[in-house]
């Protein structure tokens, strides 16, 4: 009897644990997919310096302190935000 039991009682949690499990979809396209050129925005590119960056474009509207290891600091502009890990450029977006 406590076999039979057990047995009901194992398979009632594993029909539980499986009932909790749900997939998650996102609809939302994660992507900045806006050229970097004329006609999209004219932005940093990949492994450009800080230094760099100031000369062409200015000083940013805001720098954000770095964070994290290795460091990763944000610049933001007028029309885009700028990713800088140390002190060279890893990314560039256009936000929505």
Known sequence: MI???LIIAGTLFLSAAS???AEVISIADPRYDV???PEGV????????MTTVEQQYGQPDEKSPAVGDPPI????YNGFVV???HNLVIHS???H
Not at 42 to 49: F, H, K
Not at 73 to 76: C, G
């Open 3 to 5: 076999k039979v039991s």
């Open 19 to 21: 009932l909790t499990q």
């Open 35 to 37: 050229p970097n050129s």
């Open 42 to 49: 004219i932005r940093p590119v990949q492994g450009m310096s």
């Open 73 to 76: 600091t944000r610049w933001t």
């Open 83 to 85: 990713f800088f890990e």
């Open 93 to 95: 977006v256009v936000p």
